[in-house]
């Protein structure tokens, strides 16, 4: 049974169909296999609805809606001016800085695709004019995007802790300290390429200026402070926090900044609408798949096959580190976490490994997938938005991909990394 649903899948797959189809065809070739025929298809129904019925869901498209609404408005722009009146001076700071807003951002609206287009669109042509190549910048775009999936809010966290049955509260404070990690790696070595390539740098701001631009992104800075704070502080719940921010994106866009106008609601309304509901579909398939490859002990088969339990906690991390990041080459990630999760669920529980670190670093080979080639997500989002070929955009990420991966293995050997914050906050 196990080759016939793999086989559709990829089939499928190279057939060109999306996601799902491959997803919900070899779920009913399970389901008939094991119950002779599909008389009972209303169970494997009842299994897809349960996978969107989480009330924690809810935060998905509020997050998604407030990440539109600062996109579209002046939130993303002044964050990215004040780093820069800070930092952009120094030598590869307008590199550091656009790591940095990348960072900001993403503590803002937890979508790394959101993060390529809101830091990207702005900040390219001004790296460009610099000096720095196209390639070195496309490739920091795309995976300074990265850290957005680990500064709470993550998308990807939460779909992981529905999942999982894991805290979402917990993943999300874990997930600063390991990207903080990813923003310091990343800006010491933009420094050194500005350094080798003699990149000028540019001019210093004044303490007027920087003043000015701090009074400027006070607005957007009560983003971070209403999602770690509230959550932290007792006020909100993860999905409290996230209609929070929507109502909190709409103040300053529409009433502070006047960015946008009622007109432009119907059109904020169907992107978030269109990407909502592709979410919750791949959501409910796979986890109506997911059902089907547990009730057939197929996760079981796989990892006794592969000698996982026998490995120990290190051997199932570092399994679970390889499985993601390569799935999450070819596959978009949020099917990758339903698919994955509940095949690695009896090695992490026979190991007892923290579900947390587990989710964190779940989180960061989910997010180093979808920036490496061939088939990362966010490597089509940059082809979009900036219309480069597709060699021009991979050709510089080697050396990002390599410490993201340092990063995943500093956190197999440091879990602290993930875990002091999470231990501070809940222990």
């Known amino acids: 049974m196990t080759t016939i649903m793999v086989t559709t899948m990829i089939a499928l797959l190279l057939l060109g169909f999306p996601m799902m189809i491959p997803l919900i065809t070899a779920a009913i070739i399970g389901f008939y296999m094991m119950f002779n025929g599909l008389g009972q298809m209303d169970t494997l129904i009842q299994q897809m609805l349960a996978g969107i019925r989480p009330a924690s869901l809810i935060a998905v ?19 990215i ?60 775009i795309i995976n300074a995007s990265d850290i957005a999936f680990l500064i709470p809010p993550s ?23 390991p990207g903080l990690l990813i923003l310091l790696m990343f800006s010491i070595y933009c420094v050194i390429y500005a350094t080798v390539r ?11 200026e920087r003043l000015t631009a701090v009074r400027l992104a006070l ?68 986890n109506g798949f997911s059902w089907i490859i547990s009730f057939a002990q197929i996760p079981q088969e796989i990892l006794a096959a592969a000698g996982i339990h026998e490995a120990g906690p290190t051997g199932v991390l570092i399994a679970i580190c390889i499985a993601f990041f390569v799935a999450c080459m070819f596959v978009d990630p949020i099917v990758v976490i339903l698919v994955l999760t509940p095949i690695f669920a009896p090695a992490v529980a026979a190991t007892g490994l923290d579900p947390v ?16 080639p061939p088939f990362g997500c966010d490597i089509f989002t940059a082809i979009a938005i900036f219309k480069r070929p597709y060699w021009d955009v991979i050709k510089g990420t080697p050396p990002f991909v390599l410490m993201l991966i340092l990063a995943a293995a500093l956190l197999i050997m440091f879990p602290q990394i993930a875990l002091f914050l999470r231990d501070l906050a809940f222990r």
């Open 155 to 177: 998308i990807g966290m939460i779909i992981y802790g529905v999942i999982s049955g894991t805290s979402i509260a917990e993943l999300f404070i874990a997930g600063i300290g």
């Open 357 to 372: 670190l587990v989710g964190i670093l779940i989180t960061l080979q989910v997010a180093i997938g979808s920036a490496t």
């Open 61 to 79: 498209p509020m997050f998604i809606l407030a990440a539109d609404i600062m996109t579209r408005g002046q939130s993303a722009e002044r964050l």
């Open 219 to 286: 607005w957007p800075l009560g983003f971070p402070v209403i999602i770690v704070g509230g959550i932290y502080g007792g006020i909100f719940s993860p999905t409290e926090a996230a209609a929070a921010c929507v109502l909190y994106a709409i103040f300053l866009e529409f009433l502070i900044f006047r960015s946008l106008k009622v007109n432009d609601i119907y059109a904020i309304a169907k992107s978030t609408g269109l990407i909502t509901a592709v979410v919750f579909i791949l959501v409910a398939v796979g």
């Open 198 to 208: 003699k990149v000028p740098t540019e001019p210093k701001s004044s303490w007027g």
């Open 81 to 140: 001016n004040m780093v820069m009146a800070f930092i952009g001076h120094v030598k590869g700071g307008l590199a550091v800085s656009t790591a940095a807003s990348c960072t900001l951002f993403g503590a803002v609206s937890g979508s790394t695709q959101a993060t390529v287009v809101a830091v990207g669109s702005p900040l390219r042509p001004k790296l460009l004019k610099a000096g720095y190549s196209d390639s070195f910048t496309l490739a920091l």
